[in-house]
Nanobody, 126 residues
Framework: QVQLVESGGGLVQAGGSLRLSCAGP????????MGWFRQAPGKEREFVAA????????AYEDSVKGRFTISRDYAKNTMYLQMNSLKPEDTAVYYC???????????????????WGQGTQVTVSS
């Protein structure tokens, strides 16, 4: 079992920035593909970004390309999502997830992910 703990959410004005963190206390996440997903009220959970276990491959949802950057720090056993130029439509609960499936072809789907965090709220005001 892998426990994931998100942090860094909050309220920010449009155009601002936030950095989300996803830590894996007690067990290494270095061998897992990792992803960020979000869910707005009344909508389905959607893919935001993913990074392979090696860090060599990343993937982004089209609307966040050029604004969000996913990264991981193996020494800190933590994954990050740097979010710049935030828009009101980015408002959602953001979840991190870990996948034992280390292929890169399915990183943008929710299905391969085995472990999920509890979520952190991001609210962008206009």
């Amino acid at each position: 079992q892998v426990q994931l703990v998100e942090s860094g959410g909050g309220l920010v004005q449009a155009g601002g920035s936030l950095r989300l963190s996803c830590a894996g206390p007690g067990r290494t996440i270095s061998t897992y593909n990792m992803g960020w997903f979000r869910q707005a009220p009344g909508k389905e959970r959607e893919f935001v970004a993913a990074i392979s276990w090696s860090g060599r491959s990343t993937a982004y949802e089209d609307s966040v390309k050029g604004r969000f950057t996913i990264s991981r720090d193996y020494a800190k056993n933590t994954m990050y999502l740097q979010m710049n130029s935030l828009k009101p439509e980015d408002t959602a609960v953001y979840y991190c997830a870990a996948s034992r499936d280390t292929s890169t072809s399915r990183m943008a789907s929710t299905k391969p992910y085995d472990y999920w965090g509890q979520g952190t709220q991001v609210t962008v005001s206009s």
